[in-house]
């Protein structure tokens, strides 16, 4: 059974130790991962089994699936559980369309997102609406100003449509920026950074994450399993996929975010160490993230029951000092995401 925790130290909601993301579920063949969508059907033992074992924190977002996810997520949400069991947040700021409004992080966009993802969802709020990358920060859109971003948010949450907001992936000078602009005008601040963070990229060791640390903001961790590397989809090589996400479209985006040279070793290491332990190699990478005291819950995505069990068992591995030291000291500076525009 996972741990419950709070969100941060700025809030007080209380969240499972770790979330499940949803972007695989929805309408199969609809979206950018439709390839490796599963349905409403097969998504519905996920989430039986995630209550079983106390995870209640899901992750999704407007643009998974075009829609379709916050549909399928909603749906099953709605038919199994009563609204106060479970913690939920969506995502906005990516295209939703081709028009010159629907994406991005302005005033009229946020409001209309907002109201869309509800409907889907068919909720009337959402406990945490998650901005998916800084308002600067989405590609082919207009540099919309920080206050009429920061300032729409805080009028959602005071419109009771969300109850709190979180951000992801940003510099973490960006982050501080908007922080600072929510308590100069007295507006809703931030309480998470989902960001991207794992064993073989830890770029956000350097600032992000210490910043979080030290003004008690939750930090959520998206791909903690680098879309499968550290779960053993592939065998030294991008071209040898094991799973249908791996051999698929997928493959191009996970290889233009997993560049550093020692990756395939440090999942050698990963298989090492599983060994030692007689866990899986998906549990340990997992289980040296949760080793981390700063971290509040990862992101994990799952597409069977089985899959989702075994990480809620990392929660329980208590790695040794040594062992982290020999996860950790291949890792090499890598060149940050976000600063070519790919994270």
Known sequence: MLKTTNLGRNCGLKVSELCLGTMNFGEPGRGHQGDWTISEKDATPIFKTAFENQLFYFDCANNYGQGACEQVVGSILRTLFQRSEYVLATKLAMPMGPGANQGGLSRKHIFESIDASLSRLGMEYVDQLVIHRHPHGVRGKFRVPLEESMEALHDVVKQGKALYLGAS??????FAELQSLAKMHGWTPFVSMQNHYNLIYREEEREMNPYCASHGIALTPWSPLARGILAGSYSNDFGAGKTVRSSGQDRLR???????EAKFKIVERVIETSEKYGKKTAQIALAWLMNK???TSPIVGVSREGQLEDLVEASKIVL???DITYLEELYTPLENLLSIGTS
């Open 169 to 174: 992936s940003m510099f973490a000078w960006q």
């Open 320 to 322: 040794d000092p040594q």
């Open 293 to 295: 005291p700063e971290i």
């Open 254 to 260: 996970t290889e233009s975010l997993y560049r550093g």
